[in-house]
């Protein structure tokens, strides 16, 4: 029981994690078929992802460092296809 303790943090990020690359999906598919997106508030989950993240001890940190730079891939991905797409009207 000590063990699923443990690992608590670190799955309820790898969660927050799979939570966070959906929405960048789907945010992405949304701007490709010309749509306006609210990003209001991606700031402090990003931020919020980003604490938790260094709060788990090192080893935890390292299994997630996968994820993490998946989803800043995804990020990255939307703010290029967002800088493509220009200002809303």
Same mark, same amino acid.
């Given at each position: 029981?000590?063990?699923?303790?443990?690992?608590?943090?670190?799955?309820?990020?790898?969660?927050?994690?799979?939570?966070?690359?959906?929405?960048? #999906?789907?945010?992405? !598919?949304?701007?490709?078929?010309? !749509?306006? #997106?609210?990003?209001?508030?991606?700031?402090?989950?990003?931020?919020?992802?980003?604490?938790?993240?260094?709060?788990?001890?090192?080893?935890?940190? !390292?299994?997630?460092?996968?994820?993490?730079?998946?989803?800043? !891939?995804?990020?990255?991905? #939307?703010?290029?296809?967002?800088?493509?797409?220009?200002?809303?009207?």
């Amino acid at each position: 029981m000590a063990a699923d303790s443990q690992h608590a943090p670190q799955d309820a990020l790898l969660s927050f994690l799979e939570d966070m690359s959906n929405t960048m #999906v789907i945010v992405h !598919r949304l701007i490709d078929d010309g !749509r306006t #997106v609210d990003l209001t508030g991606l700031d402090a989950q990003i931020g919020l992802l980003c604490a938790k993240a260094l709060d788990l001890p090192a080893e935890q940190g !390292r299994f997630v460092r996968p994820a993490l730079i998946s989803l800043l !891939r995804k990020v990255d991905s #939307v703010s290029t296809a967002l800088a493509a797409h220009g200002p809303a009207p």
